[in-house]
């Protein structure tokens, strides 16, 4: 059940102002042509509302319904009467506030909501909340049409994730490349259908050639396209609301594969990659723990991996966020190590078992004593702050043998195998191998 924190506090059972997406969209369309004909200002606001208990929403947990159910009764009666708001998803609310004599009123809105004290003091049964940001735009101001306009909302929503103020109106400035609407729609019903596929790709053991571990790389075929790459998929699936329903996704996927290879008989590590905005999440080590639980299978054998330019935004969050995740139990490792913001400090600070030398140094480092030093010292560096050290893009076998003279700990690359699926992957563990190691 809701519990709202002030009991004096009265949640008024009309709804007036609630509708479906679709209500909602062809409310907005038909306002257009007379918003434009009045030279008044319709605001569209994409209100994320950075739920703590996103698992439980996502599997329709009754008091998480409760609270979705008291947000929107909560903002009923905050907004004006013409004002409409509809649910997107759990965590996702989209309101439209037609007939504006100026701009500004969408943000004196945005404030309005953001500092309810009611909605602010929302929580459900174990503490979770609610942490609200509003993405702004406005017709005719930042867009000609609809989809445009819902397109530039959710610009400024992705800004409003690390903006002090917890609103952003949309700046031309901010566009870059805004992810297809029909891509986004896509993938949300591709996660939602389990049609994504983790393959993994294996990493092998330098001193005896076995396979230690594996990095699961998502894939993806849209309906009638060629395979998307995996790159462009958590990209999209960052900048939309797709993100965390997507690494429910990729983290349940992993632990269930990881219970099917012991069930084998194969001790084998899976690793999976973490986005920049889910280090930052406060609410990640919860998410990890309760699908743990779920899986109830030895956490060492999840490897979570991360980019060091994705911690060093807020250095003493993530290092909350790692030591969580590290007192689960679960393996950390810094990935593309070397490639920008790299520092011994970083290594010192964080609770890293693994380091991950990129493969730009990796495939170079035959061709020129400047990569071969750098991959030396790093792996001397890795060793030295009790970390193994993984080489990625290995591609021939001169290069894994130099790996293995300078005592780099795993490798994984083409010369050792390509991604494969499941399946793939068990057999191959089982079967000979077509790499030979020094002796």
């Known amino acids: 059940m809701v519990v709202v924190t ?18 909602l969209l062809a409310f907005a369309q038909a306002k257009l042509p007379q918003t434009k004909a009045s030279g008044l200002v319709l605001a569209f606001l994409m209100m994320d509302l950075g739920r703590s208990d996103r698992l439980s929403a996502l599997i329709g947990d009754r008091s998480s319904q409760d609270l979705s159910d008291a947000i929107l009764d909560r903002l009923d009666v905050v907004l004006r009467p013409d004002d409409r708001i509809a649910a997107v998803t759990f965590d996702e609310i989209w309101l439209v506030l037609p007939d504006l004599t100026h701009p500004q009123l969408a943000i004196l809105a945005a404030n309005r909501i953001l500092d309810d004290r009611e909605l602010r003091n929302f929580s459900v049964e174990g503490g979770s909340r609610i942490h609200p940001r509003i993405g702004i ?5 930042h867009s000609a049409d609809l989809r445009g306009l819902i397109e530039a909302a959710d610009v400024a929503r992705r ?15 901010q566009t870059g490349p805004i992810p297809d609407l029909q891509f986004q729609a896509e ?4 996660i939602n259908a389990n049609a994504l596929e983790l393959y993994y790709q294996p990493q092998i053991d330098l001193q005896n050639g076995t396979c230690r571990s594996a990095e699961g790389l998502i894939r993806w075929t849209r309906a009638g ?30 632990l269930r594969h990881i219970d099917g290879l012991r069930r084998a008989g194969l001790d084998v590590r899976l690793s999976i990659n973490l986005s920049a905005k889910l280090v930052a999440d406060d609410d990640l080590p919860e998410l990890v723990a309760q699908l743990l639980d779920a899986w109830n299978v030895p956490p060492a ?3 979570l991996e991360m980019t060091e330019s994705s911690i060093v935004k807020d250095v003493g969050r993530s290092m909350g966020i790692l030591k969580d995740l590290k007192g689960l139990g679960v393996r950390l490792a810094m990935d593309d190590f070397g490639t920008g913001y790299s520092s011994l ?18 495939k170079n480092m035959l061709r020129g004593q400047s990569d071969l030093r750098l991959v030396r010292a790093m792996i001397y560096l890795g060793h030295n702050f009790g970390m193994q050290v993984v080489a990625e893009g290995v591609e021939d076998l001169p290069t894994l043998h130099r790996l293995q003279e300078h005592n780099c700990d795993l490798a994984q690359g083409y010369v050792i195998a390509r991604p494969m ?19």
Request: aromatic share 10%.
């Open 6 to 23: 002030d009991p004096n506090i009265k949640i008024a059972p009309a709804r007036s102002k609630v509708m479906s997406p679709e209500e």
């Open 225 to 254: 396209s060629e395979p998307v790459s995996a790159a462009l998929i958590a990209e999209v699936a960052e900048s939309s609301d797709s993100l965390h329903s997507f690494t429910i996704f990729v983290v349940n996927t992993a």
């Open 301 to 303: 054998q999840l490897t």
């Open 137 to 141: 735009a406005c017709f005719p101001g």
């Open 345 to 362: 400090g970083h290594l010192k600070l964080f609770p890293f078992d693994e380091l991950k030398i990129d493969q730009l140094f990796v």
């Open 159 to 173: 800004s409003a994730a690390v903006s002090e103020h917890r609103y952003s109106v949309f700046q031309p400035a």
């Open 187 to 190: 993938l949300r019903e591709a």
């Open 421 to 439: 699926t499941l399946q793939t992957f068990s057999e191959w563990c089982g079967s000979p191998h077509n790499f030979s190691l020094k002796r």
